[in-house]
Structures are given as C-alpha cells and as structure tokens.
C-alpha cells in the first residue's frame, strides 16, 4: 500500500466513540481527489460499517487496536481496516445480506453489503483468533471542467 | 446526536439531528423504548431532516422500533429523508415495509389510516 502515491495509516482503540473519528479522517484523506458529496458519503458510509465490525465482533468484551491504513492510487482509493481479534469463521456467511452473528444486538446484517454496494472492491481475510482484514477501493470519477458540456 | 421527542395524541414523533451510526444508535434506542414502554402512545414517527450520516446501525435501531410497535398494534413512518441516507434505507430493503413520507403531516396521515 506504500506506492508511489499518498498514504496514511491511522491506529485507534476499538471504540465506539471512534467510528465517527475514523470516517471523517479517510474522508479528509481522500478529498484531495475532489469527489462529489456522494461519493463521499458512500466512503463514510463503508468505512463506518467496517470500523463498526471491528468495534462490535473483534475483542468481544475487551478493546483492541483497530488499524486504519489508506493509499492514493491515481484517482483511486485503497483502504484497509485490520484488526487483531478473534477473526470471521464464514466469510461467505458473513457476506450475506441480513447474517448477523448479533440479532441481541439489533444489528441489521447489511454491513458488508452495503461495503460492497457503496465501494468498487471489497475483499475480506481473516483467520480465527488472528483477525481480520478488510480491503476496499473506488475509484473517484474526475469531474467535468465545464458542467453541462460533453 | 440530539433527539427531540413530541407526542401528538397517540403518536410518537421523533425528530432526529445529527449522525445515526453504532456509537449514537444505542442511546437512541434506550430514549425511543422508554417513550413506547409508557403505553401512551401507539405509533412512531421518525423525521430524518437534519440527519448528517447514517450507516446500517441505523437500519437496526429502525427495523427494531418497527418490530416492537406493530407487535402493540401500532404503525410507524418514516420522513423527511436526506439523499445521502436514502441509498442505505433502500438497500436494506426499508422502503418496502415502512412508508417515506414528504412531511410529518403526511406521516401523520400515514400512520392513521387503518
């Protein structure tokens, strides 16, 4: 993730009060490529749901270290959101619209479908006990210098 | 997130300000049921207007306040949604068991017919 672009990396305890921190950071990040007010909120919005997993399943009752790291390639984004916590048993499982391993909690299960709507590329390592990682991209249109002209 | 909760008769509404994700999604559901544990009121309005960001913790704090008022009886609505939250709702399938209104009025409306 360390080409030849911009990069950051971004380490917070896994809590809840961060979720909103770690969107609005990735946002800043990427508004170098001048996105549009939509494509920006699809970021926050993915970002959200992967730093949310992480607070939620990663260290159970504990708080761990969740890793945020983002590179600029051209006019795309790459993110990663790793943690070192108990890992995904079923990553086709968990993909599915609606699974939640926490019904008590009143999650709604659309966290990795709407990953996988809102960004261009979602993949998912994980390893049980070692965490997971979650890597997404998307690519930021470039803007017409004229509006309204072809 | 600020919640301002008005009752009007036999419904509840609920206007919400500011960004629904996990983090403020837990207060507002602990606000939200203690209102419906009352008995007072019967259906639920929510009015999105000055809702910043929502993510799908917000798609669960909805589908489980729908859950607990049509188990009593009662109907819930949705208004005023900002655009950059309409793509989330719709995703999640929302639209297709609970009404999106253009004012509370018209949720009001909603959510008397029977």
């Known amino acids: 993730m360390t080409g030849s672009g911009s990069f950051m990396k971004l380490e917070i305890p896994s809590r809840s009060e961060n979720e909103a921190f770690a969107r609005v950071v ?19 919005t993915a970002i959200s749901e992967a730093v949310t997993n992480a607070v939620i399943h990663a260290y159970e009752d504990r708080v761990g270290l969740i890793v945020i790291k983002a590179s600029l390639e051209g006019n795309r984004l790459i993110v990663e959101i790793i943690d070192y916590g108990v890992g995904i048993e079923d990553i086709e499982q968990a993909r599915q619209p609606f699974f939640t391993s926490k019904p008590e909690l009143e999650r709604s299960g659309m966290g990795f479908t709407i990953m996988e709507n809102f960004m261009d ?3 998912i390592r994980s390893e049980k006990g070692r965490g997971v990682a979650v890597t997404m991209s998307k690519s930021i249109r470039s803007r017409d210098p004229i509006p309204g002209l072809e | 997130m ?9 419904n509840l509404i609920v206007r919400l300000t500011g960004e629904l994700d996990h983090h403020s999604a837990t207060r507002l559901r602990r606000t939200i049921d203690r209102r419906l544990d009352k008995g007072e009121v019967r259906n639920l309005i ?6 910043s960001f929502m993510d799908s913790s917000g798609v669960g704090v909805i589908l489980g306040r729908y859950r607990r008022v049509k ?3 009662g109907k819930m609505a949705l208004c005023l949604i900002p655009a950059g939250i309409l793509k989330v709702l719709e995703i999640s399938g929302v639209p297709k068991i609970i009404p999106f209104m253009e004012s509370e009025k018209q ?5 008397s017919q029977w």
């Open chain 1, 26 to 44: 990735v946002a800043a990040f990427v508004s170098r490529l001048d996105p549009t007010l939509e494509e920006i909120s699809d970021i926050k």
């Open chain 1, 121 to 123: 590329e979602v993949s």
């Open chain 2, 2 to 10: 600020e919640v301002d909760l008005r009752q009007d008769g036999e």
């Open chain 2, 46 to 51: 929510l009015n999105f207007q000055q809702v």
């Open chain 2, 71 to 73: 188990g009593r009886g």
């Open chain 2, 107 to 111: 949720a009001l409306e909603a959510v």
